[in-house]
Structure formats: structure tokens, C-alpha cells
């Protein structure tokens, strides 16, 4: 097997940690003092709103530990993931979308650089990989 690029766990440990920390933003702060408030403010969300933002960040953890796994379709759910992003902050300000392009550019080509295709492509069970 060949070693993964540092490039490629880099961004597979950046969608994990802001996956999971959005959504940890959201529950710890159920388990202290302020429960009423913070439960208040999640169902201001409303429950399908939440239901999508919460899946939209479970994404973000399921597709960064698959890339440290080597799949090659987890660098594509990564990489939509991030165009979603993008289009959505063509909804708040000019910084947030010229913010969210840059990130994008820059995670595109840790999950995409020669190196990285060619990790996912020597994996087991990947097309043209080992068995």
C-alpha cells in the first residue's frame, strides 16, 4: 500500500473536524446550564432545517475518514461538499464567497494532486487498485 499524501489527511482531518465540530456546537451546549436557550435556538432552526444541516456536516465526517481510507468516491463527496458551500455564500457577502472559492481551491487540489489520485487508486477494492 502506498503512503497516504499529507496533503490528502490534512483535508480529510479538516472536513472531520468541521463536520463534527459544527455539529458538536450545536449539542454540547444542550448538556449545560443554558439547556432552555440552546434548545430554543435549535428549534428556531426548525426540524427539516436542522435535519439538512446536520446531514450536510455528518457528510463532512463520513467523507474525511473514507479519504483516510483511501475510497476515491469520498474525494468527490469532499469535493461537492465544498461546492455546496460555495454556492450558498453566494447568498451572504462578497468575503464569504471569495473566502469559501479560496478554501475550495486549495482542498481541490489536496484531494486531486497526482499523489492523492494515485493513493485511492492502489487501494483495495478501488477500480484499477489492488484487490
Request: net charge positive; aromatic share 10%; proline share 5%.
Amino acid at each position: 500500500m502506498r503512503k497516504r499524501p499529507v496533503s490528502l489527511t490534512l483535508a480529510a482531518w479538516v472536513f472531520i473536524v468541521v463536520g463534527a465540530g459544527g455539529i458538536l456546537n450545536d449539542v454540547l451546549p444542550l448538556l449545560g446550564p443554558d439547556r432552555p436557550s440552546a434548545m430554543a435556538a435549535l428549534n428556531g432552526e426548525g426540524p427539516a432545517s436542522l435535519a439538512l444541516i446536520w446531514s450536510v456536516r455528518a457528510l463532512a465526517v463520513v467523507g474525511g475518514a473514507f479519504v483516510l481510507r483511501g475510497r476515491n468516491w469520498a474525494r468527490w463527496l469532499l469535493a461537492a461538499w465544498m461546492a455546496f458551500h460555495v454556492v450558498v455564500s453566494f447568498f451572504h457577502s462578497l468575503g464569504e464567497v471569495a473566502a469559501h472559492v479560496a478554501i475550495f481551491a486549495l482542498l481541490s487540489y489536496a484531494l486531486f494532486r497526482r499523489q492523492a489520485a494515485e493513493y485511492v487508486a492502489a487501494q483495495p477494492g478501488q477500480p484499477g487498485g489492488r484487490r
